[in-house]
């Protein structure tokens, strides 16, 4: 028992130090303000109008993205469950690829792809068609979210129909079941945890990020997780962003509640 707590005690020191003691201090800065005197000041500032306003766009790009990666995961994880053990591996694997590369370095591409004298724009140029204005748009940070996080869909998706026993599905056919009826009663209720670990793990990154609107919104468009980098690295009012950064951990412990209740077993894991 004492070798095994031992064995226990690096990732306690994990927990603690990168964990539980920065969430700590988040509490800690966002109920405090610069005298150290509990307020809740913080909190309400997610009230006002920039603010407010940041959140709510966070919330309905979050939500588009989101909605876009469910969309296109879905019918690709049916047809990589579908297909051999040797195909669908190296299909997957070409979509993990990208996750082993910079965050920064795959939005970078992007916004290279995207700008004004961009490569999109340079092939419209030399077919004498009209250039687009697609960077610095709503529409730029929905496509960066939804190439940046569609991984995080795609594998939950796939890992959860993966394992839906295929004479199941074989069974209700021979009974007489639609394609479409074996679909709604049998594949997609199986597919429940997948689609809400998918969900989660798409929408959760989407709303708190900033890196994305920075470069692709060109920092005219503000979400709240670029209000919160501001707060903190612009106005090094460490108070009012962690009051911020509270507010966007409800969202997440509502996530987890409902991941709980849909996902009990862990089967829409990525892996």
């Known amino acids: 028992m004492n070798k095994k707590k031992l064995l226990a005690g ?69 047809i990589l469950s579908n297909m051999k053990v040797g195909q669908n591996g190296f299909i997957v694997l070409i979509f993990i690829i990208p996750m082993w590369m910079n965050f920064l370095l795959r939005t970078l591409a992007w916004q290279t792809l995207l700008e004004k004298n961009g490569v999109i724009n340079q092939v419209l140029h030399f077919f004498h068609l009209p250039a687009l204005q697609l960077i610095n748009t709503p529409y730029a940070i929905v496509l960066g979210m939804v190439y940046n996080f569609l991984p995080f869909m795609v594998l939950p998706l796939y890992n959860v129909l993966s394992k839906i026993d295929k004479d199941v599905i074989s069974a209700a056919r021979d009974l007489g079941a639609t394609e479409l009826y074996t679909f709604r009663k049998i594949i997609f209720p199986l597919s429940i945890p997948g689609v809400v670990s998918g969900i989660i793990m798409v929408f959760v990154p989407a709303l708190t990020t900033f890196v994305i609107s920075d470069l692709l919104g060109g920092s005219k468009i503000l979400l709240i997780g670029n209000v919160i980098e501001q707060k903190f690295k612009q106005g090094s009012n460490w108070n009012v962003g962690s009051g911020l950064s509270l507010v966007l951990m409800v969202f997440i412990l509502i996530s987890m509640v409902i991941t709980t209740k849909y996902d009990k077993n862990g089967e829409g894991g990525m892996f």
């Open 10 to 78: 690096p990732y306690l020191f994990w927990a603690l130090a990168f964990i539980l003691i920065p969430l700590a201090m988040i509490v800690y800065y966002g109920l405090t303000d610069a005298n150290g005197h509990l307020t809740f000041e913080n909190l309400l500032a997610i009230g006002t109008v920039e603010n407010f306003k940041a959140l709510c766009l966070s919330l309905l790009l979050s939500l588009i993205s989101t909605a876009i990666c469910l969309l296109l995961a879905y019918p690709l994880a049916i």
